[in-house]
């Protein structure tokens, strides 16, 4: 019998306190082999032996043989019987709380074998007045020395990769550097990991615990207190150490979780049925917390890919739009035509500017878009004067026999029609991505066209073809010119009626 506190020997003593460390005990905190230990009156010495479960005395409260005083066995001092051991007299030693007598090392071994693979023993041997704080301290220690190796582990892994980053990097100038930033973000995330994880495990046991008390409490009567729901926990997260374990360590907190159930039914003298409810109901429940909030990030996320897929045909029918609504407001302003030549004279004229032409979805860039002899990107920076003067030279090249041009990434159809009869039929405008600088659109890619009535329509590239032969048709039977293939408009090669 030795104090939890100091692990003073605490035999032949009347009085309830260690003469060591002063903490309190009574002898009914301990548990003894049956008839292993004498319990002597404090009055006249008489020797009695305790022949209860625990090895104590039986009843707890009695007149003295002796002297015929009253007396309980808590009042009484307490010696190893005739011929037996110390060590024979308590029914088993909690390993943790024999450090100074066993040795750090081997005491935290020991523990958490018996967490292991003899939870329930493990459990037994905890007096009930062992302090918590030696619980929490095994707990902190153990997740601590684990998470230790873990990265002194990485670092060993790390230790054979970085040198040969570091070899490369010194054939590199400039490199070297990269690399050692590199390293210490690297180890600097990992200090911060290894705290995160730590305040993360003592939130959860804490949380863990509560919950654990409080089912027990609801589902029936317990033996026990809330310290000893802790002491279980506490003592079972030995079992972590198994995450060391090649193949083993995935199996590290279901190891964990059953053997705090095994302790749990001991602290608590309850039901297995009972102490697997009271375990089992946190972290399931958290895992279901975390996995609906993972299904509701993955389903946004979802939502969220479809919206950015969804958005380069929404632009692309607001691109075309804008170009119809400007090339209509040109005839609008008493013209009642599209631009005589090119539809450069849009960007003189109208309210569109150079980078309305290319399309943001696309790969076409400003100077990939020839303006007659210059291109795009010097266009926007002329003076009005020189704009007016290259939209000139830009339509001279076209020809007057031009039944549509491409500018940018758009095809332009309105040659020869009358753009104020609002004929939602015709097309005037069809956006299409500059074949020189872009692949072929992918069948299932949107196509979008401006009509006559200033509407966009739209069409999948798979049926474009089809949409072409219709329109040609219509265009004859108002006396246009058919159109080519559009993909065969190019900057260098409008689109004649010869």
């Known amino acids: ?282 972290p399931v429940a958290l895992l279901v917390l975390v996995a609906g909030l993972y299904a509701v990030l993955l389903t946004g996320a979802i939502f969220r890919a479809r919206s950015l897929t969804a958005m380069p045909a929404a632009q692309a029918r607001l691109e075309t739009q804008m170009v119809l609504d400007d090339l209509i407001a040109h005839a609008g302003r008493g013209v009642g035509a599209g631009p005589p030549g090119h539809a450069v004279e849009l960007l003189v004229s109208g309210t569109l500017t150079a980078t309305d032409l290319v399309s943001a979805s696309t790969l076409t860039e400003l100077d990939d878009v020839p303006v007659a002899d210059i291109l795009l990107s010097d266009f926007m920076f002329l003076s009005a004067a020189d704009q007016q003067k290259a939209a000139r030279t830009a339509a001279d090249a076209l020809g007057v026999s031009t039944i549509a041009h491409r500018f940018g990434d758009f095809l332009f159809t309105y040659h020869g029609a009358d753009l104020t009869a609002g004929d939602g039929r015709l097309w005037l405008v069809v956006g299409l991505p500059d074949p020189d600088r872009n692949p072929t659109p992918s069948p299932g890619d949107m196509i979008h066209i401006g009509l006559g009535d200033g509407s966009v329509t739209r069409t999948r590239y798979a049926v474009l073809a089809s949409d072409l032969q219709a329109q040609n048709q219509y265009r004859l039977s108002i006396g246009l010119p058919p159109l080519p293939d559009l993909n065969s408009i190019t900057h260098g090669a409008p689109a004649t009626a010869e």
Request: net charge positive; aromatic share 10%.
């Open 1 to 282: 019998m030795r104090c939890t506190s100091c692990d003073y020997a605490l035999w032949n003593l009347k009085t309830r306190l260690c003469p060591e460390c002063g903490r309190a005990f009574r002898p009914g905190d301990y548990e003894f082999v049956r008839n292993s230990v004498k319990f002597c009156c404090p009055h006249c010495n008489q020797a009695y032996y305790g022949t209860g479960p625990k090895g104590h005395l039986v009843p707890a409260e009695f007149d003295c043989v002796r002297c015929s005083r009253r007396i309980g066995m808590d009042e009484m001092a307490l010696l190893p019987a005739e011929g037996v051991d110390e060590k024979q007299t308590a029914l088993d030693y909690m390993p943790w709380l024999e450090r100074r007598r066993r040795g750090w090392w081997r005491a935290w071994g020991s523990t958490v074998w018996r967490a292991l693979v003899a939870p329930s023993r493990l459990m037994r041997s905890v007096p009930e007045s062992s302090p918590v704080k030696q619980a929490w301290w095994f707990a902190v220690a153990t997740n601590a020395l684990v998470m230790l190796v873990s990265v002194i582990l990485t670092i060993c892994v790390m230790g054979v990769v970085l040198p040969l980053l570091l070899a490369g990097a010194r054939s590199t100038p400039g490199v070297t550097p990269r690399v050692s930033l590199l390293i210490a973000v690297m180890g600097g995330a990992m200090g911060f990991g290894m705290v995160g994880l730590f305040v993360v495990f003592l939130l959860f046991v804490v949380l863990w615990g509560l919950a654990a008390q409080l089912l027990l409490r609801i589902t029936g009567p317990v033996s026990a207190s809330i310290g000893r729901t802790y002491q279980a926990l506490c003592y079972s997260s030995g079992a972590v150490v198994a995450t060391l374990v090649p193949c083993v360590g995935n199996l590290a907190v279901i190891w964990w979780i059953v053997s705090a159930i095994l302790m749990i039914k001991q602290a608590h003298k309850v039901h297995g049925v009972r102490a697997t409810f009271a375990v089992l109901s946190f």
